[in-house]
């Protein structure tokens, strides 16, 4: 091979080697987009437009890769099968921001049931209102404005709003439950509750439960009546009992013997559950202790009656471990933003290590 | 030496493996990092003791690739156990709180602990019958109450759930301790000596209350002192409602201020301001319906006057006018239909009378006389039915 001929070999090689390099350069910057980068709360992966959402999947949880558009509620919506689990996955993500391209989350199966952490547990606020008025004089009653004020505080504060029913499941430990979960009630049946009260929380987006003492309903113009609580009833809000006719069950009358005393009481549960039963086609489960007052005995009765949630006035949360028949309540009287805050605490500091 | 036909072909094989190639490869590496991520984070979080952290972390990286759920779940659940056995004793040497405490933490730890979830959660309620109230003596316990009234000192649990005690132990001489007699097992006290008044409770293992009855002392005295202002609040709902009743006595609602006084008089029975009240309120709504013609509410309302103050001399009074109004009005109704030959409004309107007063102005006689006067006119119509 002449020397022309060895440099156009050795030239001819060399151009190839080069192409070969910038042909592998390539490769890698194109493979390089594909890798995966990581961000302070969660890894991210592809940067690829056109890849499919990568979804690993274990019988506990799916890693989805975002696309863009989706939220918790369509995610939850596509595979927890109810939109309203969306906090399963927001809670799952925490801190994560929620856009492309992220891999979100998806836990499968129920995770802490019972709200359990190392430095303490969930409690449940329970929250208890009486009568609602534009101007008010009596503790017993809060302005609507105060209220609407209050509504909002636990909205942009990321609080939800459960049924009674979802924190009876908590309490057996059956299912899990937002960790800013908080129930509203209001005690008393009076006609404030249908006029003020229930615009202000569909506006939220809120329900609550109504107690009422059955001799009471429809029967003077303060009061709420019959057809208003079938209305709230079909908007998802609960209606329970506060006897018939809001008497102190654990007080014995004057003369009044043992057998006497729990005849008078198991009528007062009984009756005024079957009068609301009746009224709104329901089994009422839900009580409210007039005074927030009971003793183990009037517990026994509401058992036999068939109530499963008592409500008293002690204050404070109620874990999964309390018991339904006697969960605690905070009565909202003061109007200050302040106050209110130290009544929807949502955690028990109690070391677990 | 490579020709350039060759080198066109090269060229494109590099090509196609590439694009080939790339996209398993990029799932490949894809893969690999989310799973190490996990597992990184699982380490980080099991070398610093956080097993449910890491677990969860472990649970993660197992949903892309990798299996290291075993080893952490085995040792999770052992250290389950350990918390567990350890609040069983707990809970045998009477250190209720302390057991409530060990039981949560093997939950946290093994979610689905059954015994754990069945310590914690278990509502189950016996039947105490009656109860004795004991005081301590010195150097006394609750081991031998248990075995002075059950004739078994294991029983002290009993004792000491009975009495919401935080640790079975902490005793003195002087303290009043109720000793419960429980339905269905052998008490060794004469009835004599028991408290009358029946009482119940609830088991002494399992109640879901004794969860805040049980946490340490010092988290007791620190909820305790956060709550005592609210606790004030709710004892003052009874005044709350016995001023509402009063404010809404003066604003002239008298039907709203008897429902916020009637929830006075159920806790205080006695109590004056919400009997003074009631009885006014029934009163002037007796009053008013009185005045409007009402006869027989204003009558009611009066009789509920006479619950309150039965020597209430305006309100006999007023009965028995409402009565005499109400029954006349009718009468003279009835006379007037019967006038005009409506004998069965006029009967409805006796009716009326009767039910008050079987004897007002022989009413029992018109009736029965209207009624003749009905059956007559309809034998006539039925003979002239017949002979047409």
Redesign the interface.
């Given at each position: 091979m002449g020397t022309a001929c060895k440099r156009r070999y050795r030239n001819k090689s060399g151009a190839i080697l080069w192409i070969l390099f910038g042909l592998g350069f390539l490769f890698q910057s194109s493979c390089a987009t594909l890798g995966v980068a990581l961000r302070a709360s969660e890894p991210a992966v592809s940067e690829e437009k056109s890849a499919k959402p990568i979804i690993f999947q274990s019988e506990e949880y799916i890693l989805y890769l975002l696309q863009g558009g989706e939220t918790p509620v369509s995610l939850a919506a596509r595979f927890l099968g109810d939109p309203k689990r969306s906090w399963v996955i927001e809670e799952a993500n925490e801190g994560t921001p929620f856009e492309r391209p992220q891999i979100i989350v998806i836990p499968l199966k129920e995770e802490n049931r019972g709200g359990l952490t190392p430095g303490g547990y969930q409690v449940v606020p329970i929250l208890c209102y009486y009568g609602f008025a534009e101007h008010c004089k009596s503790p017993l009653c809060i302005p609507a404005g105060v209220f609407e004020l209050q509504m909002r505080y636990l909205k942009d504060n990321g609080y939800r709003v459960i049924s009674l029913g979802e924190l009876l499941d908590f309490l057996q430990y059956r299912h899990a439950l937002p960790r800013r979960s908080v129930v509203i009630t209001m005690d008393g049946g009076y006609g404030s509750a249908y006029d003020i009260a229930y615009p202000i929380l569909e506006r939220y987006g809120f329900t609550a439960t109504l107690f009422v003492h059955t001799a009471f309903v429809g029967t003077s113009k303060s009061a709420i009546t019959w057809d208003q609580l079938r209305e709230m009833k079909a908007d998802g809000f609960d209606v329970g009992s506060l006897t018939l006719s809001y008497c102190d069950l654990t007080k014995r009358r004057a003369g009044e013997d043992d057998q006497a005393y729990m005849a008078r009481i198991k009528r007062q549960l009984l009756v005024s559950k079957q009068i609301i039963d009746r009224n709104l086609e329901q089994d009422t489960i839900y009580l409210a202790f007039p005074y927030g007052s009971y003793d183990q005995r009037v517990l026994n009765i509401c058992d036999q009656v068939g109530y499963r949630i008592g409500l008293s006035v002690e204050p404070g949360g109620n874990p999964f471990f309390a018991d339904p028949l006697a969960l605690k309540r905070n009565q909202i009287l003061k109007r200050d933003l302040e106050s209110f805050i130290t009544k929807v605490k949502t955690f028990y500091e109690f070391s677990l290590q | 030496?490579?020709k350039r036909s060759e080198?066109s072909i090269?060229?494109y094989i590099?090509?196609v493996a590439?694009i080939v190639g790339?996209?398993p490869?990029?799932?490949r590496?894809?893969?690999e990092?989310?799973a190490k991520?996990y597992l990184q984070r699982g380490r980080e979080h099991e070398h610093e003791g956080?097993l449910?952290e890491a677990l969860?972390q472990y649970?993660?990286a197992?949903?892309?690739a990798v299996d290291c759920r075993n080893r952490v779940d085995t040792k999770l659940r052992s250290l389950a156990q350990k918390h567990y056995k350890a609040g069983l004793k707990f809970h045998n040497d009477g250190k209720y709180a302390l057991a409530h405490?060990q039981f949560?933490?093997a939950?946290?730890l093994w979610?689905d602990y059954p015994e754990a979830?069945e310590r914690?959660?278990s509502?189950k309620?016996i039947?105490?019958k009656s109860y004795i109230v004991h005081t301590i003596e010195q150097g006394e316990n609750l081991s031998q109450l248990a075995e002075t009234y059950y004739g078994d000192s294991g029983k002290f649990h009993i004792i000491a759930k009975c009495n919401n005690l935080t640790d079975a132990a902490r005793v003195h001489a002087g303290q009043e301790i109720k000793v419960p007699e429980i339905e269905g097992m052998e008490f060794l006290v004469g009835k004599g000596t028991l408290k009358t008044?029946?009482?119940?409770?609830?088991d002494s293992e399992s109640?879901?209350?004794e969860?805040?009855a049980l946490?340490e002392q010092e988290?007791e005295e620190t909820?305790e002192a956060?709550?005592k202002e609210?606790?004030k609040?709710?004892a003052?709902?009874?005044a709350?409602?016995r001023?509402?009743g009063v404010?809404l006595f003066r604003k002239g609602?008298y039907?709203?201020a008897i429902?916020e006084l009637?929830?006075v008089l159920?806790?205080y029975?006695e109590d004056s301001m919400a009997l003074e009240y009631s009885f006014q309120s029934y009163f002037q709504e007796g009053v008013a319906l009185f005045e409007k013609k009402d006869y027989l509410a204003a009558k009611d309302r009066f009789e509920s006057c006479l619950l309150y103050k039965s020597d209430c001399d305006k309100c006999h009074m007023y009965i028995e006018r409402s009565e005499n109004l109400y029954n006349e009005i009718h009468y003279q109704k009835g006379v007037e239909y019967f006038a005009r030959e409506q004998l069965v409004e006029a009967i409805e309107e006796w009716e009326l009378v009767r039910v008050i007063d079987a004897n007002y102005k022989e009413v029992d006689h018109l009736i029965n006389k209207a009624k003749k006067i009905i059956k007559k006119v309809e034998e006539l119509k039925k003979s002239q039915q017949e002979r047409e």
């Amino acid at each position: 091979m002449g020397t022309a001929c060895k440099r156009r070999y050795r030239n001819k090689s060399g151009a190839i080697l080069w192409i070969l390099f910038g042909l592998g350069f390539l490769f890698q910057s194109s493979c390089a987009t594909l890798g995966v980068a990581l961000r302070a709360s969660e890894p991210a992966v592809s940067e690829e437009k056109s890849a499919k959402p990568i979804i690993f999947q274990s019988e506990e949880y799916i890693l989805y890769l975002l696309q863009g558009g989706e939220t918790p509620v369509s995610l939850a919506a596509r595979f927890l099968g109810d939109p309203k689990r969306s906090w399963v996955i927001e809670e799952a993500n925490e801190g994560t921001p929620f856009e492309r391209p992220q891999i979100i989350v998806i836990p499968l199966k129920e995770e802490n049931r019972g709200g359990l952490t190392p430095g303490g547990y969930q409690v449940v606020p329970i929250l208890c209102y009486y009568g609602f008025a534009e101007h008010c004089k009596s503790p017993l009653c809060i302005p609507a404005g105060v209220f609407e004020l209050q509504m909002r505080y636990l909205k942009d504060n990321g609080y939800r709003v459960i049924s009674l029913g979802e924190l009876l499941d908590f309490l057996q430990y059956r299912h899990a439950l937002p960790r800013r979960s908080v129930v509203i009630t209001m005690d008393g049946g009076y006609g404030s509750a249908y006029d003020i009260a229930y615009p202000i929380l569909e506006r939220y987006g809120f329900t609550a439960t109504l107690f009422v003492h059955t001799a009471f309903v429809g029967t003077s113009k303060s009061a709420i009546t019959w057809d208003q609580l079938r209305e709230m009833k079909a908007d998802g809000f609960d209606v329970g009992s506060l006897t018939l006719s809001y008497c102190d069950l654990t007080k014995r009358r004057a003369g009044e013997d043992d057998q006497a005393y729990m005849a008078r009481i198991k009528r007062q549960l009984l009756v005024s559950k079957q009068i609301i039963d009746r009224n709104l086609e329901q089994d009422t489960i839900y009580l409210a202790f007039p005074y927030g007052s009971y003793d183990q005995r009037v517990l026994n009765i509401c058992d036999q009656v068939g109530y499963r949630i008592g409500l008293s006035v002690e204050p404070g949360g109620n874990p999964f471990f309390a018991d339904p028949l006697a969960l605690k309540r905070n009565q909202i009287l003061k109007r200050d933003l302040e106050s209110f805050i130290t009544k929807v605490k949502t955690f028990y500091e109690f070391s677990l290590q | 030496m490579i020709k350039r036909s060759e080198l066109s072909i090269l060229i494109y094989i590099i090509l196609v493996a590439s694009i080939v190639g790339c996209a398993p490869l990029a799932r490949r590496i894809s893969d690999e990092r989310v799973a190490k991520a996990y597992l990184q984070r699982g380490r980080e979080h099991e070398h610093e003791g956080d097993l449910v952290e890491a677990l969860r972390q472990y649970k993660l990286a197992m949903t892309v690739a990798v299996d290291c759920r075993n080893r952490v779940d085995t040792k999770l659940r052992s250290l389950a156990q350990k918390h567990y056995k350890a609040g069983l004793k707990f809970h045998n040497d009477g250190k209720y709180a302390l057991a409530h405490q060990q039981f949560l933490i093997a939950l946290r730890l093994w979610p689905d602990y059954p015994e754990a979830v069945e310590r914690l959660t278990s509502r189950k309620r016996i039947k105490i019958k009656s109860y004795i109230v004991h005081t301590i003596e010195q150097g006394e316990n609750l081991s031998q109450l248990a075995e002075t009234y059950y004739g078994d000192s294991g029983k002290f649990h009993i004792i000491a759930k009975c009495n919401n005690l935080t640790d079975a132990a902490r005793v003195h001489a002087g303290q009043e301790i109720k000793v419960p007699e429980i339905e269905g097992m052998e008490f060794l006290v004469g009835k004599g000596t028991l408290k009358t008044e029946a009482r119940e409770t609830v088991d002494s293992e399992s109640q879901g209350r004794e969860g805040h009855a049980l946490k340490e002392q010092e988290h007791e005295e620190t909820l305790e002192a956060e709550h005592k202002e609210e606790e004030k609040q709710s004892a003052d709902q009874v005044a709350i409602y016995r001023e509402n009743g009063v404010d809404l006595f003066r604003k002239g609602e008298y039907q709203e201020a008897i429902v916020e006084l009637d929830k006075v008089l159920s806790v205080y029975p006695e109590d004056s301001m919400a009997l003074e009240y009631s009885f006014q309120s029934y009163f002037q709504e007796g009053v008013a319906l009185f005045e409007k013609k009402d006869y027989l509410a204003a009558k009611d309302r009066f009789e509920s006057c006479l619950l309150y103050k039965s020597d209430c001399d305006k309100c006999h009074m007023y009965i028995e006018r409402s009565e005499n109004l109400y029954n006349e009005i009718h009468y003279q109704k009835g006379v007037e239909y019967f006038a005009r030959e409506q004998l069965v409004e006029a009967i409805e309107e006796w009716e009326l009378v009767r039910v008050i007063d079987a004897n007002y102005k022989e009413v029992d006689h018109l009736i029965n006389k209207a009624k003749k006067i009905i059956k007559k006119v309809e034998e006539l119509k039925k003979s002239q039915q017949e002979r047409e």
